[in-house]
């Protein structure tokens, strides 16, 4: 266990529709990031905040917008939903040491746009 | 966009053997991770090189990191079944802000 928890699991959805997905980092984690991850596309960078504030933005199209909430958890909404938006998503955050920063991730939300 | 090409996209050996995944890369970077993906599941941090560091172990894994040819390979030493994963390198690019850009994976299977 990661200690990264992200809800729901499992989300099954039509196009056109929006979804918010949520991510609560580990305890005293100030980062979380969010990643895409597809069979064509790999694993693609979304977007990271550190302690509430945009730090660094990926590929993350204009439908999809996140927030970081004061108390760290994190939520990505996805609107407009297209088939090619089917992907597992993940969050996480992140420990700085010696040698450089290293992500936990959390489980995933499987979303799936029928 | 991935920044690291991994090779092989698959590899299938027997229990015991050795299994050698190698990634490479197209900038400059700090440093140099590797990960691990059960199926359908959150990545695992394995292990982390930094550019100034050719080669680094932990237990059973080895690394290489050779920033000439912008190339890393990955070595698990007398594989388990256990050890069926994808494995992903990831670079932290120099001047590339605070994102790891991960590589296209490795789907290793450890057969009995």
């Known amino acids: 266990d990661s200690g990264v928890t992200q809800t729901p699991k499992h989300l099954i959805t039509a196009t056109g529709q929006r979804v918010t997905l949520r991510c609560s980092p580990r305890?005293?984690?100030?980062?979380v990031y969010w990643y895409q991850q597809s069979l064509d596309q790999g694993l693609q960078f979304l977007i990271q905040?550190?302690?509430?504030?945009?730090?660094a933005k990926g590929n993350i199209l204009e439908r999809f917008s996140a927030q970081q909430f004061p108390d760290l958890h994190s939520e990505l909404n996805l609107s407009s939903l297209e088939l090619g938006d089917s992907a597992l998503y993940f969050c996480?955050?992140?420990?700085?040491?010696?040698?450089?920063?290293?992500?936990?991730f959390g489980s995933g939300t499987q979303l799936s746009v029928l | 966009s991935q920044q690291g090409e991994e090779d092989p996209q698959a590899l299938s050996i027997q229990e015991g053997e050795n299994a050698t995944m190698n990634c490479s890369y197209k900038?400059?970077?700090?440093?140099l991770q590797w990960y691990r993906q059960n199926s359908g599941r959150g990545l695992v941090h394995l292990i982390l090189?930094?550019?100034?560091?050719r080669e680094k172990h932990s237990g059973r894994l080895r690394v290489t990191l050779d920033t000439s040819k912008k190339s890393s390979s990955l070595l698990i030493t007398a594989s388990r079944a256990a050890d069926t994963a994808s494995y992903f390198c990831?670079?932290?690019?120099?001047?590339?802000?605070?994102?790891?850009?991960f590589g296209t994976g490795t789907q290793l299977k450890v057969e009995l």
């Open positions: 905040y550190y302690n509430g504030e945009e730090r």
């Open positions: 996480a955050s992140s420990v700085w040491g010696q040698e450089g920063e290293k992500l936990f």
């Open positions: 305890s005293g984690d100030l980062s």
């Open positions: 990831a670079t932290d690019e120099t001047g590339g802000g605070n994102k790891l850009t």
């Open positions: 900038t400059s970077i700090n440093n």
């Open positions: 090189i930094r550019s100034n560091e």
